[in-house]
């Protein structure tokens, strides 16, 4: 049984909307991602231990066009893997000042990172971190595993933030319940 001739207009309109919507879907990934990236791995040690929930976000050292900040977060053995657009896929090439922030986890349903910083701030800003040996990175055209970053927490680093979460656990400054 052959199609109908008043059939065949409306299959050729569904051919060319299926076509048209497949090269839609193609140039919006190019849009979304413009820059090719590259696998980015690592450690990150806080006084010779893996930390947990830290944040390491790659600063680029020069102009790019359409500029992004690609960042990981660690898991549970200090690893993390640095993600641009999609989760775990990379950085896009070029050289990076690399910053840290370790913050517990916050908000209602905790998936906030505003607290204290646990590492006092030191290593959260370019302009601190940029002369440390191993914070300037360079990311090139093939997967790169970072030796592991050596953090370290000062005592008295430790003791401001633990104060602060106390702080915070009895209903913060506002909250009357910490005098």
Not at 13 to 24: D, H, I, N, Q, R
Not at 124 to 147: M, N
Request: charged share 25%; with cysteine.
């Amino acid at each position: 049984m052959h199609p109908s001739p008043a059939s065949r207009p409306a299959r050729l309109v569904v051919v060319f909307a299926v076509a048209a919507a497949s090269a839609a879907l193609a140039s919006c990934g190019d849009s979304r991602t413009p820059h090719k990236v590259y696998p980015v791995k690592g450690k990150i040690l806080v006084n010779g231990h893996p930390a947990a929930e830290c944040q390491i976000i790659l600063h680029r050292t020069d102009a790019l066009e359409n500029p992004v900040t690609p960042q990981g977060r660690t898991n549970e053995n200090g690893e993390f893997e640095v993600t641009t657009y999609y989760a775990n896929d990379g950085a896009p090439e070029g050289e990076y000042v690399v910053t840290f922030e370790w913050r517990d986890r916050s908000g209602v349903a905790k998936q906030d990172f505003d607290g204290p910083d646990q590492l006092g701030g030191v290593y959260a800003k370019v302009e601190q971190t940029k002369e440390l040996p191993g914070f300037v990175i360079k990311v090139e055209r093939k997967p790169l595993e970072l030796p592991p970053f050596e953090l370290k927490q000062s005592a008295e680093v430790k003791r401001k933030y633990e104060d602060a979460k106390k702080r915070t656990s009895l209903g913060g400054p506002l909250g009357g319940s910490d005098r």
